[in-house]
């Protein structure tokens, strides 16, 4: 009995344990990742066809985490902390991040003083010096480079640290198939010596694992990964493979076509166990068909993205557009 009384006094108060859960858990993200409550040492997978926005979306919250709470008497509500991005398949324009950051820096101010026009406003370039401090951008060419990466992740991590003064918020990995076929076509064959490991695609993603779960113990993040889709159901016809295109029920020669839906190709798993096992949270996007164009609600053609959440399972499917000055949830 005494150990119950023990266990249920009281050891902190509500504002040191506020203080202490407000500094470990990030606040909700932005659209389409905000239905979840999502804290440090969590493993999203963010999965779907090419091009569905997975980077974009990645770039959105990379810039909602560098951008200040508040710059010379403007809020920007940002977390101002820093991003750790590794770039797999080696396609992210930094310019394009500069773009995103600048546009929506410009959106804050187009609300505050009203601004009608882009011509109207000077951009700050000492703020956008900061936010770009705080991105931290690895370019890797194949597996073993990825791994070089990820065990000297935490020296990094600590340098930048103390360099900025910011800590880490998100570890952003797009895409983490991007290896798959070449790990998977190369030949089994010892490295070195006969007492390592064989190169194939489950030992290099283990490895992969095991070198997250010790950089997330010592310095804990959490970690957005992309990941393409692969269509396998070889059961299929070519033309439901193709899963985004919408037909009409006659074309132009008068002969009557077939309209494929994206609800109803399969796509499998290729990953190892050992990535599978390791994410915490999975969701699936992708475009969604014509009737949930963005011009229903909008005066623009603008194309509408569908988000659902396989990991946990959610029961309904989230509309979103993708702009440049940010993510925004059609309903």
Not at 31 to 49: D, Q, S, T, Y
Not at 99 to 105: E, N, S
Not at 190 to 201: E, T, V
Not at 224 to 239: H, Q, R, W, Y
Request: aromatic share 10%; proline share 5%; net charge neutral.
């Amino acid at each position: 009995m005494a150990d119950v009384r023990e266990w249920i006094t009281t050891d902190e108060t509500a504002e040191t344990y506020y203080s202490r859960v407000s500094t470990s858990r990030p606040p909700l993200l932005l659209p389409p990742l905000h239905r979840l409550p999502l804290r440090p040492g969590n493993v999203v997978e963010i999965v779907g066809p090419s091009p569905s926005a997975k980077t974009h979306i990645l770039l959105q919250v990379a810039i909602d985490c560098i951008l200040p709470k508040e710059w010379k008497g403007v809020s920007y509500g940002g977390l101002e902390k820093s991003v750790m991005f590794i770039d797999l398949d080696c396609r992210l324009d930094i310019l394009r991040l500069l773009q995103l950051l600048k546009l929506r820096i410009y959106s804050f101010h187009q609300v505050n003083n009203e601004l009608h026009s882009v011509r109207d406003w000077t951009c700050d370039e000492e703020l956008i010096h900061n936010c770009l401090e705080r991105f931290l951008y690895v370019r890797c060419y194949d597996s073993l480079e990825f791994l070089a990466t990820l065990k000297t992740l935490n020296y990094q991590l600590q340098t930048k640290r103390k360099k900025l003064a910011s800590k880490v918020c998100f570890l952003m990995i797009d895409s983490i198939g991007a290896y798959y076929w070449v790990d998977r076509a190369s030949t089994s064959m010892p490295l070195g010596s006969n007492n390592r490991k064989l190169f194939s695609l489950q030992s290099v993603m283990e490895a992969v694992v095991c070198e997250m779960k010790n950089c997330l113990q010592v310095q804990p993040m959490l970690v957005l990964a992309t990941k393409a889709t692969i269509f396998g159901d070889k059961s299929v016809t070519n033309d439901i493979k193709r899963p985004f295109r919408k037909w009409s029920s006659q074309d132009a020669s008068g002969q009557h076509t077939i309209e494929s839906s994206s609800e109803n190709v399969l796509h499998r798993e290729y990953m190892p166990s050992a990535w599978q096992s390791f994410v915490t949270q999975r969701i699936s996007v992708r475009p969604s068909s014509s009737e949930y164009c963005a011009s229903n609600y909008d005066t623009t053609d603008e194309q509408v993205y569908l988000a659902q959440w396989l990991l946990p399972p959610l029961g309904f499917k989230d509309k979103f557009v993708v702009k440049d000055a940010g993510i925004s949830v059609v309903l």
